[in-house]
């Protein structure tokens, strides 16, 4: 009977070792697929001024002089610019060359000094446009 509880715990111990060494394998390759990249999250960001938007699908596209464009994720062609004290805001529409327009993917806007881009990275394609008299136009 004791030769016998010796025998099964000696295959517990045995059998458990594979288990051990796939663990041990596994939690290294997790940890070299990551190359030991820790995200460090800060405290809530404390809001100074805001300004209601109603959409939730606009993100930063850049500044130019003292105004923020933002851009929307959902509408391609069409931009905010904020003002520097976040009062006065302008909707802008760009015309878009429809030629020049890809379908598939999701177009994103960034906004430079005197131009604009939008740059699409499942078609790899960038458009440029520039600012003509308070209009935007997409050159291509």
């Known amino acids: 009977m004791k030769k016998f509880i010796y025998l099964l715990i000696a295959v517990a111990i045995l059998s458990s070792l594979p288990v051990l060494y ?6 290294l390759k997790q940890r070299a697929a990551t190359y030991n ?9 404390k809001g100074h001024k ?3 938007i109603k959409y939730n699908s606009y993100y930063l596209a850049g500044e130019a002089g003292s ?9 391609i062609g069409h931009l905010l610019k904020v003002g520097p004290l976040l009062r006065d805001t302008v909707s802008i529409r760009l015309e878009l060359n429809r030629q020049e327009v890809m379908l ?4 994103k806007a960034y906004v430079d000094s005197a131009s604009f881009y ?17 209009r935007q136009r997409c050159m291509g």
């Open 22 to 27: 796939l663990t041990i394998r596994y939690a």
């Open 104 to 107: 598939k993917g999701s177009y």
């Open 118 to 134: 939008l740059y699409n990275g499942l078609e790899r394609s960038i458009l440029k446009g520039r600012q003509v008299f308070g």
């Open 50 to 52: 805001a300004i209601d």
């Open 37 to 45: 990249f820790k995200r460090k999250l800060l405290g809530v960001v």
């Open 67 to 75: 105004s923020v464009y933002l851009a929307s994720g959902t509408a």
